[in-house]
């Protein structure tokens, strides 16, 4: 019989990251599931090595093979990194 892998949607970090858009940090991401889920709707740019450091330490810390506090950093370098990306302009 196979096994259950239990995953952590409810780990909290230490500290939560406040984010948002523009000047606006009006939304708590408080663990790596959070992380995970504003980066799939907010980023634009999903790509490059910021970007899936920090989801893949995030979903390491969701399979428990991580410490979940150390997903954190990582996602707040990718938060800052897409903050600077310049917007495409349109056609």
């Known amino acids: 019989m196979g096994t259950v ?20 940090l009006d939304t708590v991401v408080s663990g790596p599931a ?3 889920r504003w980066m799939q709707a907010h980023f634009k740019h999903k790509r490059g090595l910021v970007y899936w450091r920090a989801h893949s330490l995030c979903h390491e810390a969701l399979l428990g093979t991580l ?3 150390f997903a954190r950093q990582p996602f707040v370098d990718a938060w800052v990194e897409q903050s600077h990306f310049e917007p ?3 056609t």
Request: proline content about 7%.
């Open 67 to 69: 410490h979940h506090d």
């Open 34 to 36: 959070d992380a995970i």
């Open 5 to 24: 892998t239990r995953i952590g949607f409810a780990l909290h970090w230490a500290k939560p990251v406040y984010v948002g858009e523009g000047d606006q």
């Open 88 to 90: 495409v302009p349109e």
